[in-house]
């Protein structure tokens, strides 16, 4: 077993980071993940690895910092939420683009605008339909503890490098800031020199005798070629699509009724759906744990079965899209959640249940 | 001249100029008679002279220079406007011993780029920056730039430009020479054979700079034309840029090894 | 006494006539071809090739690098 710690979601990240042998991380501070930065700094990465912590002067020098070190190979990292990471989408664009490895950190906070510090989900369209200009898709991971703040970071890595793809993992202010009991991975070396040649091949480390040169850019003048870019692209987001959806399901073999919720609505959506069970109501939860690549298939063959499905989530209704598309009309689908920084009640869930679903059934 | 005669002399014992090999044979994407091209070359030949090609990064802007890649055989990476000096940075704190230098035009350094041209300098990144100063937005069409002389016509600025409307030039240049990591800040040009030859020395002196360690920014800025944006032929482009731009962007040394130069 | 002769070659086709080069040569040796390149541009050609002394002006202050320079000492 691993080395068991108390710690908050933003420091078992920037532990996580540091365990894993990441060579660099750029950021800037924006409640509620500043603590990220502050953890980096105090432990010295530098002398603990020789990692890289820098504080930018802004949330897109931050971003561009990490495309830089990106391209040349190293395994680098930011952070930020909602606002920042509203700054940092045109480095993220241009990351797609170039097909840059990177893990990046969105703790949500309620928005639109400066919003307020307080916990939301509102920026999944963001996060999962592009965010940034251009057909591209990150891949996102959504923590719901403070465990998978840790343990997502080392999943995030392996799947930006199979893929050289950036990818996101969308938590927000609760899963951020509240403190668990982690168990940390063990240290991993960082990437010699040697392996960073073996394992990216494709980037700026300087010209060698026995090859072209690299060059990492987002930009093809030439229409045709740019859209053969774009083929290739879509290519591997299918592949992604087919190979790397993530979920995890709860009580679904009985059910009558579905909770679909990530990150911090799912723990609330689990207490729920108990409370749920314990009145005779035969309800079941699918936490999507990859939201790109969404669990289309599994949502699908659960709408044949159940007779509605509420998604839960912090925010006007932005996920319960993609759970529509999912479930095609097989069966009744509605959204509930809090805005702007309120986090929902499992009675609230319940009520709400009850409510669009079970009550409103006679229209299906 | 006798044919005889010329192929005596057309013999590679007796080269004693040839492009560097470190530009590749793309036509160069450039109108005619733009300083692009020359600036180019210099910063290759200054690679191949010092032997570091295997070991230079170079970060290419938005602007004209945007496929400078396609052009200088070495590693590259194309970076967001205005983003280069912060791309550097991530390549160059992650490889400390690697050469890394940005090439960035005055759109991109001195409009949407202030920020990070500023703050790498702040922080004395240990990179070069070589700024590109035509006074014009020359890829999109020739618009106003940040750099464009008071009074001058620009796309944007069709009457020429109102500093009163339109605010005034900015002297990237002398501005960040007052930053504790500025290390080397000097301003040339590459228009006729001497001033090439001293660009070169400059350019020379900022990879030098790098190599060993001396800490900061080496700051190379190029007052160059833009005839098309300008709309006149290369050699007058030449002629209005030197009496129009370089008294108000006066060539010379600002500040090396660190200390302002006393003029 | 030694004399030194020049000499230039012009890539033609990347040559883009901006005519530069011929300002930056001390011995006027350079002028337009009335002919023109694949890409439509009068072409940089030695015009008074026996002034040429190879200094290599034309050369560096060629934006587009397609002079390549030669000199020689002739033996009188």
Not at chain 1, 212 to 225: A, G, V, Y
Not at chain 1, 289 to 301: A, Q, R, S, Y
Not at chain 3, 47 to 64: E, L
């Amino acid at each position: 077993m691993g080395e068991l710690k108390l710690m908050k979601g933003n420091e078992a990240f920037g532990e996580a980071a540091i365990r894993l042998g990441v060579d660099a991380y750029f950021g800037y501070p924006i409640t509620p993940q500043s603590e990220v930065i502050e953890y980096l700094m105090a432990e010295k990465p530098h002398e603990r690895t020789g990692m890289v912590v820098l504080q930018a002067e802004s949330e897109v020098a931050a971003i561009n910092m990490v495309y830089g070190a990106a391209g040349a190979g190293k395994k680098v990292m930011t952070s930020s939420s909602s606002p920042g990471i509203s700054l940092k989408m045109e480095g993220v664009s241009y990351m797609a683009g170039a097909e840059l490895p990177t893990v990046l950190l969105n703790v949500v906070r309620g928005g639109p605008g400066l919003g307020t510090i307080q916990p939301s989900q509102a920026d999944y369209f963001q996060a999962v339909k592009g965010g940034g200009h251009g057909d591209y898709h990150l891949i996102v991971l959504a923590p719901a503890s403070v465990q998978e703040m840790s343990d997502m970071v080392k999943e995030g890595f392996e799947l930006a490098f199979k893929y050289r793809n950036p990818v996101m993992i969308l938590s927000d202010g609760v899963i951020g800031q509240m403190m668990e009991k982690v168990e940390l991975f063990d240290h991993i070396p960082r990437w010699t020199d040697e392996e960073i040649k073996k394992n990216t091949p494709w980037a700026t480390t300087g010209k060698t005798t026995d090859r072209e040169r690299n060059i990492i850019t987002s930009l093809d003048l030439d229409s045709f070629r740019q859209e053969k870019h774009n083929e290739k692209l879509q290519a591997k987001y299918n592949d992604i699509r087919e190979n790397e959806v993530r979920f995890e399901k709860f009580n679904c073999d009985d059910a009558e009724y579905l909770f679909i919720a990530y990150g911090s609505s799912a723990r609330i959506a689990q207490k729920a759906m108990q409370l749920c069970r314990d009145k005779g109501i035969k309800v079941g939860l699918l936490r999507p744990i990859t939201l790109f690549p969404f669990p289309e298939k599994e949502i699908n063959e659960l709408a044949g079965q159940v007779k509605g499905i509420l998604s839960v989530e912090m925010s006007a209704g932005q996920m319960v899209e993609d759970v529509k598309l999912a479930v095609c009309g097989k069966t009744k689908v509605e959204h509930y959640g809090r805005m702007g920084g309120i986090i929902h009640s499992p009675l609230e869930v319940m009520a709400a249940l009850e409510q669009k679903i079970i009550g409103g059934s006679s229209n299906e | 001249m006798s044919k005889d005669l010329l192929n005596e002399i057309i013999q590679p014992e007796n080269l004693v100029y040839k492009k560097t090999k470190l530009m590749t044979n793309n036509t160069l994407s450039y109108c005619p008679g733009c300083g692009h091209g020359t600036a180019h070359r210099l910063i290759m030949d200054v690679v191949e002279e010092l032997d570091i090609w295997k070991d230079t990064i170079g970060v290419a802007p938005v602007g004209c220079s945007v496929l400078a890649y396609d052009f200088m055989n070495i590693d590259m990476q194309q970076a967001a406007h205005g983003r280069a000096p912060a791309v550097a940075t991530g390549i160059k704190r992650c490889y400390p011993d690697k050469v890394v230098f940005t090439y960035q035009g005055d759109g991109d350094l001195a409009a949407i780029g202030t920020a990070e041209t500023i703050h790498a300098i702040n922080r004395g990144e240990n990179i070069i920056i070589v700024f590109i100063n035509n006074g014009i937005y020359g890829m999109t069409g020739g618009q106003m730039a940040p750099t464009t002389l008071p009074g001058m016509k620009s796309s944007t600025s069709p009457y020429g430009r109102d500093t009163e409307m339109m605010g005034n030039p900015l002297k990237m240049t002398e501005l960040i020479s007052a930053l504790p990591g500025a290390y080397m800040v000097t301003r040339q040009a590459v228009h006729t054979p001497a001033h090439v030859r001293k660009a070169k020395r400059a350019l020379k002196m900022a990879f030098k700079n790098q190599i060993e360690k001396k800490g900061g920014v080496s700051f190379v800025e190029i007052v160059s034309n833009c005839n098309s944006g300008w709309k006149m032929t290369p050699v007058h482009s030449n002629q209005w840029m030197v009496e129009n731009m370089f008294p108000f962007y006066p060539l010379g040394d600002i500040k090396i090894d660190g200390e302002f130069v006393n003029k | 006494m030694a004399k030194i002769k020049g000499a230039i070659v012009v890539d033609i086709e990347h040559c883009k006539g901006c005519e530069v080069c011929i300002d930056a040569c001390p011995t006027q040796v350079i002028e337009m071809h009335e002919q023109v390149n694949g890409k439509g541009y009068h072409y940089a050609y030695m015009a008074q090739p026996d002034a040429c002394t190879g200094c290599t002006n034309c050369a560096i202050v060629c934006p587009d690098g397609v002079i390549t320079v030669y000199r020689k000492k002739m033996a009188e």
